[in-house]
């Protein structure tokens, strides 16, 4: 079975911090898939990134990156320079290799609410 | 533009009395979902379609069910609500049949039991 752990279940910061939200997953699959995804007051969750994993490149978007270690099943999201907007929960989630089958079907965390104060 | 649009955005039901929430999509997308999020958890999957092929997760009870008469749209049917279905309900969708393509989310249905 799959398993997503966030253990940070809350973190607050000032504005212009950066912020680490730690994940770790578990998983059989060889082949799997990594999301983060960000669920603001509004309660949409917005899509954030994707990595397979076969992928283990670090990438960057703007003010966002992330860090995918296999070694040690962990797929770490920073912001860094937070603004209020950062303010929001953020989802991990994993899905494994599903060709087989139908679907996306994802294994949320726990969640990590990230509180930016001006 | 939403591309995946749940109505109502807030629906109060009394206990026991079905209800239905609905949820259209104008991506065309083969795949839609139904995640139930309680309060201050994940989204958990309920049940999702592959194109008109029905997928119930091991755990979800009876009392949910799901239709989905076209591609566009998918309901979910709550027979006979208890306290402990409020939550907020999320659909979702995603493309084809591999695990590599993003699900795209609506803005949830709280549901409130009274």
């Known amino acids: 079975a799959q398993k997503v752990t966030q253990a940070q279940t809350e973190i607050s910061v000032v504005e212009k911090e950066d912020v680490t939200l730690d994940c770790v997953y578990e998983?059989?699959?060889?082949?799997?898939?990594l999301f983060w995804y960000k669920q603001p007051p509004s309660g949409e969750l917005v899509f954030l990134i994707r990595?397979?994993?076969?992928?283990?490149q670090n990438e960057i978007s703007g003010r966002y990156s992330w860090n995918f270690q296999k070694s040690t099943s962990s797929f770490n999201f920073t912001i860094t320079a937070s603004q209020v907007v950062d303010s929001a929960v953020y989802f991990c989630a994993l899905s494994e290799d599903m060709i087989k089958a139908a679907g996306n079907k994802l294994t949320f965390g726990g969640g990590t609410r990230v509180l930016v104060k001006p | 533009d939403a591309m995946v649009i749940q109505n109502p955005r807030y629906q109060v039901t009394q206990f026991g009395k079905p209800v239905t929430l609905s949820c259209s999509q104008t991506l065309n997308h083969n795949v839609m979902y139904w995640y139930q999020q309680k309060s201050s958890q994940a989204p958990k999957l309920l049940f999702h379609y592959y194109d008109k092929d029905f997928n119930n997760e091991a755990d979800t009870p009876d009392n949910f069910q799901s239709r989905r008469p076209n591609t566009s749209f998918c309901f979910l049917d709550i027979r006979s609500p208890g306290l402990g279905d409020a939550a907020m309900y999320l659909c979702?969708?995603?493309?084809?049949?591999?695990?590599?393509?993003?699900?795209?989310f609506g803005q949830g249905t709280r549901l409130t039991v009274v």
């Open positions: 990595r397979n994993s076969f992928d283990e």
């Open positions: 998983t059989r699959d060889t082949t799997y898939y």
């Open positions: 979702a969708t995603s493309r084809g049949q591999v695990a590599n393509t993003e699900a795209f």
